[in-house]
T-cell receptor
Framework: DQQVKQNSPSLSVQEGRISILNCDYT??????FLWYKKYPAEGPTFLIS?????DKNEDGRFTVFLNKSAKHLSLHIVPSQPGDSAVYFC??????????????FGKGTHLIIQP | ETGVTQTPRHLVMGMTNKKSLKCEQH?????MYWYKQSAKKPLELMFV???????ENNSVPSRFSPECPNSSHLFLHLHTLQPEDSALYLC???????????FGSGTQLSVL
């Protein structure tokens, strides 16, 4: 049973527009959420995170929104740039539980930025 | 460069071979991980080491054997693998077990 779901395997967005990547989770014990970005032949790199005590966190062009009641988070990238083309993974953990389980990842969404 | 180095980058092995994957982190982190990424599946946690002690083993078959001799090094010993074990194996580290992970570039493993 997948606890972190990214239901869109791919997303195509025009350069300069907003990219919105979505993620849903089922485990109500998750209290720390992260987004990772992965280029081909490289490991995932950390992008942005949010704790469950917040509903928004912003870092430059990247903003993550968390809706705890809906168990949903989203990553907004604005404006989208060609270098943003990559696979984006949503991840979650139970930090308050010690976090020894590591992170639980979604399957990823392949974002394609079109010129 | 994330500070986590994995070798080899690519590995092809037969089902009767024994091989080892190596991971080294230069970040002073206390937790290290092995993840597996198969095609069209999420990243799957295999093993977690915190302060050199294994704290998690997600029902991984015994043909995968981890070793963490010190806080900077992590190995994954492979023995009599199956073709379905072909995947990208990623090592990661974090300052503590509940903090964000830094990943290596992975080892792309093909089992023939």
């Amino acid at each position: 049973d997948q606890q972190v779901k990214q239901n869109s395997p791919s997303l195509s967005v025009q350069e300069g527009r907003i990219s919105i990547l979505n993620c849903d989770y089922t485990n109500s014990m998750f209290d720390y959420f992260l987004w990772y970005k992965k280029y081909p032949a490289e490991g995932p790199t950390f992008l942005i995170s949010i704790s469950s005590i917040k509903d928004k966190n912003e870092d430059g062009r990247f903003t993550v929104f968390l809706n705890k009641s809906a168990k949903h988070l989203s990553l907004h990238i604005v404006p989208s740039q060609p270098g943003d083309s990559a696979v984006y993974f949503c991840a979650a953990s139970e930090r308050s539980g010690g976090g020894a389980d590591g992170l639980t990842f979604g399957k990823g969404t392949h974002l394609i930025i079109q010129p | 460069e994330t500070g986590v180095t994995q070798t080899p980058r690519h590995l092809v092995m037969g089902m009767t071979n024994k091989k080892s994957l190596k991971c080294e982190q230069h970040l002073g982190h206390n937790a290290m991980y092995w993840y597996k990424q198969s095609a069209k599946k999420p990243l799957e946690l295999m093993f977690v080491y915190s302060l050199e002690e294994r704290v998690e083993n997600n029902s991984v078959p015994s043909r995968f054997s981890p070793e963490c001799p010190n806080s900077s090094h992590l190995f994954l010993h492979l023995h009599t693998l199956q073709p379905e074990d072909s995947a990208l194996y990623l090592c990661a580290s974090s300052r503590r077990a509940d903090e964000k992970l830094f990943f290596g570039s992975g080892t792309q493993l093909s089992v023939l």
